[in-house]
């Protein structure tokens, strides 16, 4: 007997409701594209144009994480998903579970470890969605940030600080005021890219201000150890530099 196609749309949300500080806070904008080509090991049995997508909004001040995933054209109803931490064509563990009893929308907010944030960011973390006929995942979705408005391509610190301002100006009024973009205007005028050098007694520190997906890679400014934490960043340590290239970056 052939089994029908399940075409099976699933919209997973969550509204944030902090008494209005929520509302201000630019989020972090991730994606995913979900198939059965990504699913390691492959599924048992799929059907034609088996598939979907997936948008996940990251919030900054609470650490968690917001989440809209379509499927369709399924061998059955999903029975589970979840965010896994792996590279893409590798299977990795559970790191968080999406919820199953709201998949409607109305899911509370879900927590992001602190240790999990660097590899969602960097393209190490996959969403996967099961079926009874593929328990072990049907359809998978490397996640990866939306693109950024602005980056440091140009080579030129002018640019990249001119294309940031003119970002920022597309922001709500409200969320310009957000401490997360405040960070990034500091962080944007003192990174190395462009430069050629910098002080004395600096070491690479790395930063990242992904809010609003306006620069979304991780930014190297060269400064001392003590200025580095007082931004939040994470030194590389003595010895280190910024120059001539940006050691913060991810691996390719």
Avoid: W
Avoid at 147 to 157: F, L, T
Avoid at 239 to 245: A, D, E, L, M
């Amino acid at each position: 007997m052939r089994r029908l196609a399940a075409s099976i749309v699933l919209t997973f949300s969550l509204s944030f409701a902090s008494a209005g500080r929520a509302a201000e806070e630019p989020k972090v904008t991730l994606e995913a594209t979900l198939d059965a080509a990504q699913e390691v090991p492959s599924p048992k049995e799929t059907m034609p144009g088996a598939g979907g997508s997936a948008t996940f909004e990251y919030d900054e001040t609470d650490k968690s994480i917001a989440y809209v995933v379509t499927v369709m054209n399924l061998t059955g109803p999903p029975i589970l998903a979840h965010i896994h931490q792996a590279a893409p064509g590798t299977p990795g563990p559970i790191r968080i579970t999406l919820a199953q009893d709201e998949l409607a929308g109305g899911a509370p907010a879900l927590p992001v470890p602190a240790d999990l944030v660097d590899p969602l960011f960097d393209g190490g973390t996959y969403v996967n969605v099961h079926t009874a006929t593929n328990p072990d995942g049907e359809v998978r979705g490397q996640i990866h940030l939306k693109p950024a408005a602005c980056s440091c391509s140009s080579g030129s610190a002018g640019a990249l600080r001119k294309c940031v301002k003119l970002a920022i100006e597309t922001l709500p009024k409200a969320q310009r005021k957000a401490g997360v973009i405040k960070a990034l205007r500091r962080d944007v005028k003192k990174s190395s890219c462009g430069r050629t050098k910098g002080p004395k007694k600096a070491v690479a520190c790395c930063v990242r201000e992904a809010a609003g997906n306006i620069v979304i890679d991780k930014l190297c400014l060269p400064v001392p150890e003590k200025a580095c934490a007082k931004r939040g960043g994470a030194s590389l340590g003595a010895g280190t530099s910024c120059f001539p290239s940006n050691p913060c970056k991810p691996p390719a």
